[in-house]
């Protein structure tokens, strides 16, 4: 059985563009959830999809915005960058959309900001 | 607000010596409470979970996490670990729709 995917596993933007990163869930899995791992901070939640609705965001501001496909797969947009926005992106789906639910998560990718 | 704390950083350690990981979280509400693994070169992967039932958890390759709600704590023990126990651990808390991961823990075991 796959994975979850995500591509690209690097992305380099520079400051004031646009970043698309996208994620593949596990087959059967309705939940996609997004986080930003940045150097020293942990995973910080950024946002909660489940059968195409947004659940929950994180203390991110709106220029981190995203979507859910009807095939469950998701992208994540990332307006106007900054340089404070390199970091690893992860994504994670679950079978369910329940806070009980065990995340698999992809292998990332990697924002660099110049 | 809600956080979860993993006090060390870097968690140097004998093989077949113990290990305790320790994670703090703050929440007035009930929880849901996990430790992921990050192995060298591979996904955030879950070793174990509270849900609810009995306090202490165990992993199938020899981990346990007890909940203690009166410290708001759930530390992660092996009373003897291996050199394939060497990875990056998380801590997280599940709370309302909301995902709190600590900063991780570097676990290595030094032969």
């Known amino acids: 059985e796959a994975g979850v995917t995500q591509s690209p596993t690097h992305l380099i933007k520079t400051r004031g563009q646009q970043a698309t990163l996208r994620c593949s869930p596990i087959s059967g899995h309705t939940s996609v959830y997004w986080y930003q791992q940045a150097l020293g901070l942990g995973l910080q939640f950024l946002l909660w999809y489940d059968e195409g609705e947004e659940r929950n965001r994180g203390n991110f501001p709106p220029r981190f915005s995203g979507r859910q496909f009807p095939n469950y797969s998701s992208e994540l947009n990332v307006n106007a960058l900054e340089l404070e926005d390199s970091a690893l992106y992860l994504c994670a789906s679950s079978l369910g959309a329940w806070g009980t639910d065990t995340q698999y998560f992809g292998p990332g990718t990697r924002l660099t900001v110049l | 607000a809600q956080s979860v704390t993993q006090l060390d950083s870097q968690v140097p350690v004998f093989e077949e010596a113990p290990v305790e990981l320790r994670c703090n979280y703050s929440?007035?509400?009930?929880?849901?409470l996990f430790w992921y693994v990050q192995y060298p070169n591979q996904g955030l992967q879950l070793l174990l979970k509270y849900l609810s039932g009995s306090t202490l958890v165990e992993s199938i390759n020899g981990f346990e996490a007890e909940f203690n709600k009166s410290q708001t704590s759930f530390h992660l023990r092996k009373p003897s670990v291996h050199i394939s126990d060497t990875a990056e651990y998380f801590c997280a808390v599940s709370v309302g729709n909301q995902f709190y991961f600590g900063t991780g823990t570097s676990l290595t075991v030094i032969p």
């Open positions: 929440s007035s509400v009930s929880v849901y």
